[in-house]
C-alpha cells in the first residue's frame, strides 16, 4: 500500500469544487453510490480519503464494484485514474482492472478496456460511451493475480458528457493528452500565472486569462534541424465522424510547421490538416473533417528549424458529429464488400472469359464433403467445379469498388482439396482502377485439405481499388478444388481488430475455456483441444474459428458407453423478452452418440431441454440455434454422452448468446433448433 499512499497529494488538484455528473466519484468522503459486490473480494474506501482500493491482505483473487444505475442519452466520456501496484514485473496470471458496461437487458457486460501494466503513479484511461437510452452500470472488476503483493486503486471517476477528445486543459491531468518525450523540444501547459518560458506566452483562450491552462511548446532549446514535438491524443474507442476544432496561436521568427495528423494502432499516420503562413498573433480557430472509423490518436506536431524559431500554443479542442463543411463524409458502408453467398454472390462478379470460373454451391450434410463455413449446410464459392478440354483454368472473382485512403482488413475463409501443388492454387489481388494495375497481396503455401482456414489481410491504397479473388491450375491433372466462403471487409487494420474486446456473451476457446466450468476435470470430461483429434475417422479436423484454433471436445477413447460430459456456463443474468444462443457442434463418427442443451434456473432441481442431437450428423461443423426465454439467474449446460463405440468425438465451439429473438430462425428452424432425436438428413 506505500505506492499507492505516495500520490495522495498528486490526485488532490483533480478534485476541485467541480460540477460532478452522475456516476463520478472522487472517494474523498464516500464511494457515491458505488458498491462492492458481495460475492467477490470487498473494495475499501481509504480513511483519509482520495482512492478506493483492494489488495491482497484479503483472502481471494477477485474484487467487483458496481455503480449506480445511470442513464446517458448524449455521448459521454469516462475518465479513469488508476494505479495497478506489483511486486513482480511478468506473471502468466498478471494483476489487470477491467471496465465493463452493464446494459440494461443484457445477460452479459460489455468489455470496455482492460489494463495489466503496472505503474508507480496514477495512469489515466479515456473511453467514450455513445448515446443510449438504455439505463446501465459500470462495472469495475480487480483481479490480483499470483502476486502475493499486489494492489489496484481508483483514484477518481469522471463521467462528462461530450467526447474524450474535448479539452481546455484546465484540469490537470490534461484530458489524458501526452507529450512525446524528446530531449530537447516537449510540449508543456502553459498558463496558471506560470512564468516559465523565454517566448512572450498569450492568455488562454478559454477564460482568456493569465490564470487559464493552455499547451504550448517553444524552440529555445532546439539544437538540431527539423526538431519535433508531439502532443498525442487519448485513442478514440468507438467510430467517430464530424469536425474537430481547436484554437491555436503561432509566433514564427523562421520556419515552423505545424501538422495534424491521425497515427492508427499498426502506426501508420495520416495528414489531415496543416498550418500556412498567414495565420495572426491572436487565437485562430481551425476546423478539420475527421473521420475515425476505427481506432486512432490524434497526434499534434511541430517541427522548428532552429532556436529562434517561436512557439505554438494549442487551446479548446472540440469535436462535433456533423462535418465542418459540405463535405459528406465517408459513405462507404464495408457491408457493401463483404458476402456470405447465402443468398446470391452480393456485389462480387466474375470474368467468364478466363474459363468455368467460380459456381455457388451446397452440400448436404454428409460424411464425405465439408459443407459451407456459415452454417454448415448453407452456400459457398467452389472453382474448378466442372471438366474441361483446356489444359488448366484461371478464375477471377471480383469485389465492389473501395474508396482510397482507407485502411481495411480484408478476412475470408478458403478450403482446398485434392491439389498435389498448392502454389498459386488460391491468390488475393488489388486491382487499382485507375493504374488498371494488379498487385498479387496474398496466395495460399501450406494448409491442411478439406479444412475452412482463415486469412486475414490488411491493405490501403492511395486510389480506388477492387480486391481480386483468383483461382489458378497450370494442368488438369495439378487441379483440385478450391472453396471460398465468408468475405467480411472492415475498416482499420486487422490486429488492430484483434485488441479490441471480445463481443459480450462470446466464447471461441482461443484464450481458455472462458465462463464456462465442469464439476470434474478428467479425462472423460470436457478437452480444449486445437487440430484434428487422435482417433480417426470422428472428430472435427480442425476448430470452427479459424481452422487452426481451439475447440471444446470429449475424447470418445477416453469413456465408456453412455457416460456424460458437462460443460456448465456462470451464472447469467435474465431478462425479459427472448434470447439467442448460437454455438457450432461437430458429431462425425459412426459410433456418435448425443449432444444436449439444458437451462438450469436458479435455485432450480430440474433442468430444461433446449436442444438435442443424436447419432453422426456431418463431417463439417454445423451451426445450433436456440432461442428461449428466462428472466431470472440460470445456467446453460452443454451436456455430451459417449456413443457406442471410440469413433464418437463430439465438439463444440464458438458460442455467442445475444439478447432478443433469432434473426434466422424462421427459416433455418428445419435445420438448427429444437431437441427432436431424429432430425438427421446425413447423405452417406
Known amino acids: 500500500m506505500i505506492l499507492l499512499c505516495i500520490l495522495i497529494l498528486q490526485v488532490l488538484p483533480f478534485t476541485g469544487a467541480a460540477l460532478l455528473f452522475a456516476g463520478s466519484c472522487a472517494f474523498e468522503d464516500s464511494s457515491c453510490g458505488y458498491e462492492s459486490d458481495e460475492t467477490f473480494l470487498p473494495w475499501t474506501l481509504n480513511e483519509e480519503g482520495h482512492y478506493i ?21 448524449e455521448w459521454s466520456c469516462i475518465r479513469l485514474i488508476y494505479q495497478i501496484a506489483t511486486s513482480l514485473e511478468s506473471l502468466s496470471d498478471p494483476t489487470m ?10 445477460s452479459f457486460d460489455r468489455l470496455l478496456w482492460s489494463a495489466k501494466e503496472p505503474s508507480d503513479s496514477w495512469l489515466i484511461a479515456s473511453l467514450d460511451l455513445t448515446n443510449s437510452t438504455k439505463k446501465y452500470k459500470i462495472v469495475l472488476e480487480g483481479i490480483l493475480g499470483q502476486d502475493k503483493f499486489a494492489s489496484i486503486a481508483i483514484f477518481e471517476i469522471k463521467i462528462t458528457p461530450g467526447y474524450c477528445i474535448d479539452c481546455d486543459f484546465e484540469e490537470n491531468h490534461l484530458c489524458g493528452f501526452r507529450n512525446h518525450w524528446n530531449p530537447n523540444v516537449n510540449w508543456f501547459v502553459g498558463g496558471g500565472n506560470i512564468r516559465n518560458s523565454q517566448s512572450i506566452l498569450p492568455r488562454d483562450h478559454t477564460l482568456n486569462s493569465e490564470f487559464g491552462h493552455y499547451m504550448y511548446v517553444d524552440s529555445v532549446y532546439v539544437k538540431h534541424f527539423q526538431e519535433v514535438a508531439q502532443l498525442i491524443s487519448p485513442r478514440t474507442s468507438m467510430p467517430m465522424s464530424g469536425c ?30 496543416k498550418t500556412d503562413n498567414t495565420v495572426n498573433a491572436e487565437w485562430n480557430l481551425a476546423e478539420v473533417d475527421f473521420d475515425a472509423p476505427y481506432p486512432v490518436e490524434v497526434i499534434f506536431e511541430v517541427a522548428f528549424n532552429s532556436a529562434k524559431g517561436g512557439y505554438v500554443a494549442l487551446d479548446d479542442l472540440s469535436f462535433y458529429p456533423v462535418y465542418c463543411s459540405n463535405w ?12 456470405n453467398f447465402e443468398e446470391d454472390l452480393c456485389n462480387f462478379y466474375q470474368d467468364r472469359k478466363d474459363g468455368p470460373g467460380w459456381s455457388r454451391v451446397k452440400v448436404k450434410p454428409n460424411v464425405y464433403r465439408t459443407g459451407d463455413h456459415t452454417t454448415g449446410f448453407g452456400y459457398y464459392l467452389l472453382a474448378n467445379t466442372k ?10 472473382l471480383y469485389g465492389p469498388s473501395l474508396p482510397e485512403n482507407l485502411q481495411y482488413c480484408l478476412r475470408f475463409y478458403y478450403a482446398l482439396y485434392g491439389f498435389f501443388k498448392m502454389s498459386g492454387t488460391l491468390a488475393v489481388y488489388i486491382f487499382e482502377e485507375n493504374h488498371v494495375v494488379q498487385e498479387k497481396i496474398w496466395s495460399v503455401l501450406e494448409s491442411p485439405r478439406g479444412v475452412w482456414t482463415q486469412a486475414e489481410i490488411t491493405f490501403q491504397k492511395p486510389m480506388p481499388c477492387k480486391v481480386v479473388f483468383v483461382s489458378w491450375c497450370k494442368s488438369f491433372w495439378d487441379c483440385g478444388l478450391v472453396a471460398l466462403d465468408d468475405i467480411l471487409v472492415s475498416l482499420g487494420s486487422c490486429q488492430a481488430a484483434e485488441t479490441l474486446p471480445a463481443y459480450p456473451g462470446e466464447c471461441t476457446f482461443e484464450k481458455g475455456e472462458c465462463a464456462f466450468t465442469q464439476e470434474r476435470r478428467n479425462r472423460s470430461g470436457w478437452h480444449r483441444r486445437r487440430g484434428q483429434t487422435p482417433t480417426s475417422y470422428t472428430g472435427p479436423k480442425g476448430d470452427h474459428t479459424t481452422g487452426v484454433g481451439y475447440y471444446m471436445y470429449i475424447e470418445a477413447s477416453n469413456m465408456i458407453y453412455g457416460q456424460k460430459a458437462r460443460l456448465t456456463s456462470r451464472s447469467l443474468r435474465g431478462i ?27 435455485g432450480a432441481s430440474e433442468e430444461t431441454l433446449l436442444w438435442r442431437r443424436r447419432g453422426e450428423q456431418s463431417i463439417t461443423w454445423l451451426r445450433g440455434l436456440i432461442e428461449y426465454g428466462c428472466d431470472t439467474y440460470h445456467q446453460i449446460i452443454f451436456e455430451a454422452i459417449r456413443g457406442v463405440s471410440i469413433r464418437s468425438d463430439i465438439a463444440i465451439d464458438d458460442i455467442v448468446f445475444q439478447a432478443g429473438p433469432c434473426i434466422e430462425m424462421e427459416d433455418m428452424i428445419l435445420h438448427s433448433s429444437g431437441y427432436s432425436e431424429d432430425l438427421n438428413e446425413i447423405e452417406y
Open 53 to 73: 482500493s483492494v489488495d491482497t491482505s484479503s483472502q481471494g483473487e477477485r474484487a467487483v464494484l458496481l455503480s449506480p444505475e445511470l442513464q446517458t442519452e
Open 97 to 106: 482492472l477491467n471496465l465493463y458496461v452493464r446494459q440494461e437487458g443484457e
Open 244 to 273: 474537430l476544432s481547436f484554437y491555436y496561436q503561432l509566433k514564427q521568427e523562421s520556419g515552423i510547421v505545424f501538422t495534424l495528423y491521425i497515427r492508427d494502432t499498426s502506426g501508420f499516420y495520416e495528414e489531415i490538416w
Open 328 to 339: 459528406t463524409g465517408l459513405s462507404f458502408n464495408p457491408a457493401e464488400a463483404s458476402c
Open 387 to 396: 471438366f474441361t478440354s483446356q489444359p488448366g483454368y484461371i478464375g477471377r
Open 576 to 602: 425479459s423478452g427472448k434470447q439467442c444462443l448460437t454455438f457450432f457442434y461437430n458429431m462425425f463418427g459412426a459410433g456418435t452418440g448425443i449432444l444436449n442443451v439444458y437451462m438450469k434456473k436458479e
